[in-house]
């Protein structure tokens, strides 16, 4: 079966950054770091991702330091054969521009990673729900944390990714939400 069979099965896990500092005022917010809760949390994002969650053949990571930062901490546990792109486009991001990046996949891949910030990410996974776990839908919808991955599915190809088409099959947070 090739990519371009109908009925083909993609995959696309949405990943918010891990939790950033911002103990350093003169910094700009592009040039955050992550913080020493956010680094606690990329190690609990990556054991997720080591074992249950479906190997990206692309990530598609936001140029800002934290996002990157977040991608090299779980990196090891996503496949060494897997195509990283930083793309300055991501960085605060609304959702119809993250939704455009993704209709440009190229069909041959099956499943793909991007990691971004919100409102934008929160925003594209509850756009593109429209099926899935009702709890799960009504999670994200509330809330999208840190570090938070949201992974989707849908039939077609990426051009055919529109709001609603796709289900949500799992949901990581790494922390409780809070009431």
Not at 33 to 41: I, M, Q, V, Y
Not at 47 to 57: G, I, T, V
Not at 89 to 94: K, N
Request: proline share 7%.
């Amino acid at each position: 079966m090739t990519c371009d069979d109908v009925g083909m099965r993609r995959q696309l896990l949405l990943v918010r950054h891990a939790k950033s500092a911002w103990d350093d005022p003169s910094l700009a917010d592009h040039d955050r770091p992550l913080a020493p809760r956010g680094r606690k949390a990329v190690r609990r994002l990556h054991d997720y991702l080591e074992q249950a969650a479906p190997s990206p053949e692309i990530v598609l990571c936001s140029s800002s330091r934290r996002t990157i930062e977040s991608l090299d901490g779980f990196r090891s546990a996503i496949p060494p054969h897997t195509r990283v792109e930083i793309d300055e486009t991501i960085y605060e991001a609304h959702a119809d521009t993250l939704l455009r990046g993704l209709q440009r996949l190229d069909d041959e891949i099956r499943c793909a990673m991007m990691i971004g910030h919100n409102p934008g990410m929160q925003d594209l996974t509850v756009r593109l729900a429209g099926s899935g776990d009702p709890v799960m839908l009504a999670k994200v919808a509330t809330k999208f944390p840190t570090a938070a991955v949201a992974t989707l599915s849908f039939e077609g190809g990426w051009s055919e990714l529109i709001d609603g088409s796709a289900r949500i099959d799992d949901l990581f947070m790494p922390r409780r939400p809070r009431p």
